[in-house]
């Protein structure tokens, strides 16, 4: 299936015609409410998996018995030690490390609201959303708690746990591992947080600690999950209990025929910080009891794989970017790939020519997924018995209904026929956190509007075409070009600045820059970009930059990105 429309007749359909193609162990509903919350499910799968190994980082190993303890003393820690209350925010910032899933079941057995926050944000996109998540306690690895230093006085947060990367590595080890990042290789740039409480300091006196189960429900508040928003600022999804633990049991659904409790070995290389992540590795793996393989550092693919060395692993998550790394890798070439049943591409499209070398190499197909944070997010999934990659975005999950409108907002019932994306189901947020102006254009007569322009075809195979909204999608991540424009047009130099998305063979997209300068001004590629970095993390970074006399826009005014997108394909 190419995403090509003109060699295709539209013809009427009704329903859902996904149904039909699901195989025929995947249901077409799933139970929403199989737990009461997330606590509910983690009570049951510490007790089912006790003595099983749950997550391994630096060749240290925990197992679900051991997540339990370190998880309650944490849980006790928040709870009595700083005396935080049921639905108060604490943000986590912090790669892949085994200081994650310690602090994330942690904070929810505590009944606090969790605050993913990306460790590689500048100190504008910290502050930013500390403020609008109004956190109060932050659990930060010392790797990046400069950031917060520049910033913490203009938030409201009041604990600082702070964080090293050998902390659950042990005395001798986490002691060597501590040094070598900080002396050797200077990854821990000076900070000032005289207050920060150390995290082994945390868990020691949270052994002490009484600790008290909240009362939690399905429409209870877990996560504020981040996103872009179209004005250039950042959105806070508000993901409840039901939300995520609907989605873990939709992503059980169309890929449980193929797993078995307690066999599983899952790759971890995307951030759990990052939704997708976050519930198919984090919860959906946790849930069937699998011995998850964390990648702290997965830029690095030499290291990466050799962490893969002697690990017999089942499944494996990533982007594109990721596999199009890992299959041009010799070594990873050289990998036996004995037990690999189940990888699962999101966040970005992924490219023919990687799903096809991938197979070759693997023999494991490369499903391709769609979601929305909006969604804990997964909307689309392509079915696991797919002889190969045919560039769908794959069928709507079980309990998940999809349909196209067209700019009337009138539902369309053609095949091969493009119009907007709209959701509905029991995984959608109940909306953004905070007064949004925002919430009225994300619903549309209770259906979410995802700003993607799709297709459908007689099977329910979905394909994304294009994009209604300005968003550019650099390696699976967000970028809104009004907060790259924000940015840019606080140079003393900038007189106008548009910012769109080009293709990129590694990263789908690129930001590319298209400015107009100040009469007179002394204005360069290299001076721009160095004035960009301040302000935002690499991956906004514009990488490509054109200077113009004048930006195409409207008869009012409004600048035309959708012309300069046109002109740099």
Not at 73 to 88: M, N, S, T
Not at 447 to 457: K, M, P, Q, S
Not at 534 to 546: F, G, N, R, S
Request: proline residues 5%; hydrophobic residues 40%; contains cysteine.
């Amino acid at each position: 299936m190419e995403h090509t429309l003109s060699d295709r007749q539209p013809t009427p359909f009704s329903g859902k015609p996904w149904l039909d193609r699901y195989p025929a162990d995947v249901p077409a509903e799933i139970d929403a409410d199989k737990f009461g919350s997330l606590l509910e499910m983690f009570e049951q799968g510490v007790s089912e998996f006790a003595d099983l190994p749950a997550y391994s980082n630096f060749g240290k190993t925990l197992t679900y018995r051991d997540l339990d303890s370190l998880s309650r003393d944490f849980a006790a820690y928040l709870q009595q030690g700083l005396k935080l209350a049921p639905g108060e925010r604490i943000a986590l910032m912090m790669p892949n490390l085994l200081q994650y899933p310690v602090c994330l079941f942690g904070a929810l057995r505590a009944g606090m609201v969790v605050v993913n926050v990306n460790p590689l944000y500048t100190a504008r996109e910290l502050k930013h959303q500390l403020n609008d998540a109004g956190a109060t306690t932050i659990v930060i690895v010392e790797n990046f708690a400069h950031t917060l230093s520049e910033v913490l006085e203009d938030t409201q947060v009041k604990q600082v746990i702070l964080t090293r990367m050998g902390d659950h590595l042990g005395l001798v080890k986490g002691t060597l591992v501590n040094l070598v990042v900080r002396h050797i290789k200077k990854l821990v740039p000076d900070f000032t947080l005289p207050n920060a409480i150390p995290y082994q300091t945390a868990l020691n006196q949270g052994k002490d600690l009484p600790y008290t189960r909240p009362e939690l429900d399905g429409d209870t508040l877990a996560f504020l999950q981040y996103t872009g928003g179209t004005t250039g600022r950042s959105k806070g999804a508000m993901l409840s209990h039901r939300n995520m633990l609907a989605n873990v049991e939709q992503c059980l659904g169309v890929y449980g025929p193929v797993l078995n409790k307690g066999q599983e070995t899952v790759v971890t290389a995307l951030p759990l910080y990052h939704v997708f992540a976050l519930t198919v590795n984090g919860l959906l793996f946790f849930r069937l009891g699998a011995h998850n393989l964390l990648i702290t550092n997965p830029r690095d693919i030499p290291g990466f794989v050799r962490e893969l060395k002697g690990v017999d692993f089942t499944c494996i998550t990533g982007v594109n970017t990721l596999f199009n790394a890992l299959v041009n890798n010799a070594d990873f070439q050289a990998h036996e790939f004995r037990s690999l049943k189940l990888t699962i591409g999101g966040g970005m499209a992924v490219q023919r020519a990687v799903a096809e070398q991938w197979q070759a190499i693997t023999g494991s197909r490369l499903l391709e997924g769609y979601g929305l944070t909006e969604c804990s997010p997964l909307v689309t999934v392509c079915p696991y018995d797919m002889d190969g990659y045919n560039g769908s975005i794959g069928l709507p999950v079980c309990s998940t209904e999809v349909r196209l409108v067209d700019d009337n907002d009138e539902e369309i019932h053609l095949t091969h026929t493009p119009g907007e994306m709209e959701v509905k189901g029991p995984q959608v947020m109940s909306g953004y956190w905070g007064p949004r102006d925002e919430d009225d254009n994300t619903f549309h007569d209770g259906w979410l509007r995802t700003g993607d322009i799709a297709t459908i075809d007689e099977q329910g195979f979905l394909n994304i075409v294009d994009r209604k909204k300005d968003m550019i999608l650099v390696s699976g991540f967000n970028v809104f070009p009004n907060e790259i424009e924000e940015v840019v047009m606080q140079h003393a130099g900038v007189l106008e600045a548009a910012a769109v998305g080009v293709s990129h063979r590694d990263s789908g997209e690129v930001v590319k820059l298209v400015v107009v300068k100040k009469p007179g001004a002394s204005l360069d590629e290299k001076t721009l970009i160095s004035h960009c970095r301040q302000y935002l993390t690499a991956y906004k970074v514009p990488k490509v930059i054109e200077f113009r006399d004048e930006l195409p826009k409207t008869n009012v005014g409004k600048i035309l990105r959708r012309e300069l997108r046109d002109e740099a394909s």
